[in-house]
C-alpha cells in the first residue's frame, strides 16, 4: 500500500495500527470509517486482515467497533525510507488508544528515534493517556528497550544455522537459540533462580547443566574473553536468538540493564522513585530523610543525585524528530486538549484545528506571548482546516482568520490545510448548495430573501467540494513549518 499522501503539512503516513473509537464532535465524520470498510474488502488478503473487525454498520451508521488491530510487520517501513520525510503517525487510528498496549507504543516511539532523518508528526485526541506516558520517566527506558529489540528483530537471520559446540563433542547450538544432539533436538528449561534457559548435556560420562545463551554465543562467535558475560541486546534473557546475544564485560551488561531501566543501582528502585528523589532533593530535603524514607543508604541518595547511578536510558528526550500534537475542533477541546499538551515533554508541540467547528481564542501563554511566562512551555504550530466527505459541516472563515492572526502575532507557525467542502461566497444565492453559517458555529441553512448577509455574524459558504474550495486564504495559501525542526537532514 502507498504511504503517499495528500495532506499539505506531511509527505508520508505510517499506519502500523487500525481501528479507533470516537471521542468528541470532530470524530464525528471520521473519514477512516468508510475507508476501513472498503479495505477490508481489499483482495490483498495482508491489507483485509490490517483492516479486519474494526467497524460495523450501526443502527446509526458505520462506526468503528473498537477493535485495534496491531500490525508489527509495519513498524520498520520509516526505517526503510531513506529520503527525510515528514511522516503523519497513525493517520487511521489514534496512537494513544486505550486498547493499545504501553509496549507497542514504546515500539513505535524506538523507530522514530532509530530513524532520526524523519520528522515524525504524531496527533492524538488522547491527550491524558499522551500526557501520562510520555511524562513517566520509565517510558524513555521502555523506548531504549523497544529500539535493542527492533533492531535485534531486523538483525535475525529467518534462516537456522547450526555450529558445532567447542569443546562439547556430539552437540551444536543454532542461531535460533536451539540446541541439538546426535538423537536430535535438546529439550530445555527455566532455572527458577535465575529465569535463564538451561539444557542438560553429556560430556565424559557426566551430565552437565548449562546455559543455552553461552553455548549459543560459544558455537557462533569466537569472541569467548575470560570471564566475559552473556549480554541479552534487548533485555529478555529468555531470548537466546544469536542477534540478541553478545560478550560483554559485567559493567557493559549493568550499563545495559539500566538503559532498559530494569535495574538501576546497587539497590532496586524504580525510574518514578528515582526521579522523586531528585525532585526531593532540589526542594532541599536531606538526604538522610529520603534515605529513610525509600529504605536506602545516604550514599546511594547522593550517587542519584549526582546521576553516578540512575543516569537514564541514554537517549535524547523528548526524541528532537518527534512533533506531538492534539486535535482541537472548537474552544472547549481546546482548554481541555492544549494545557495536557503542554505539560507533555515534547520537541514540537502542534495543534490540528481540523475540522474546525467553532472559533478558538488561543491564549497568549500557549502562544508563548505572555512576557511573565516566557519559559514555559508553548505551542510551536497551528495547523487549521475545514471538513470534506459527506455530511461535512462548514467553517465560519473567521474562524481561521482569527487563529491565522493570533499565530502571526505570536511568531507561531501556521499552515492553513483547506478550506473542506464549503468556501466563502459573497454572492447572496437561495440555492440550496448555500448556507448561512453563523459565527458561533450554528448552520443556518440556506437563505431566503431579506435575511442573510446583513447579519454581521452571518457568512454565506457555498458547497463545492474539496478540490474546488481549494486552500487558499485571503488570496494565498499558508505553508508555515516549526522553524526548529524543519526536515533532518
Ligand atoms: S480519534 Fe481520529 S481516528 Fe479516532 S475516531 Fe476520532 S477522528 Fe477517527
New binding site residues.
Partial sequence: MSDKTGISWSDATWNPIIG????SP??DH?Y?IPLSRIREKNPNPKVAAAFAGVVEQTESGLD?TGRVNLLPERLDQPLRWRKPRRVFVNS???LFHEAVPDQFIAKVFAVMALAPQHSFQVLS?RHARMRSLLANPEFPHAVARAMDAVQVDLEHDPAELWKPIPGLEGYEASSHGRVRGETGLLATCINPRSGRETVTLWNRGEPKTLTVHRLVLTAHSADDQPGAEVCHRNGDKRDNRLANLRWGTRSENQREKVRHGSRGGPQKLTPAEVEEIRAARRTGLTQQALADRFGISRSLVSLIESGRVWSGPDIPWPLPNVWIGVSCENQQWADIRIPALLETPAAVRWISAEPLLGPIILRDDWLGADPYRRDEPSLNWVVAGGESGPGARPMHPKWVKDLRDQCQQAGVAYHFKQWGEWRPQPRYSTDDRHHLVMLNGMDRGTPWPGWGLDQPEAEVMERVGKKRAGRELDGRTWDEFPQEVAVHG
Fill in positions: 479507533c473509537t470516537k471521542v470532530g470524530c471520521c477512516p468503528w487511521l487510528a489514534d485526541k
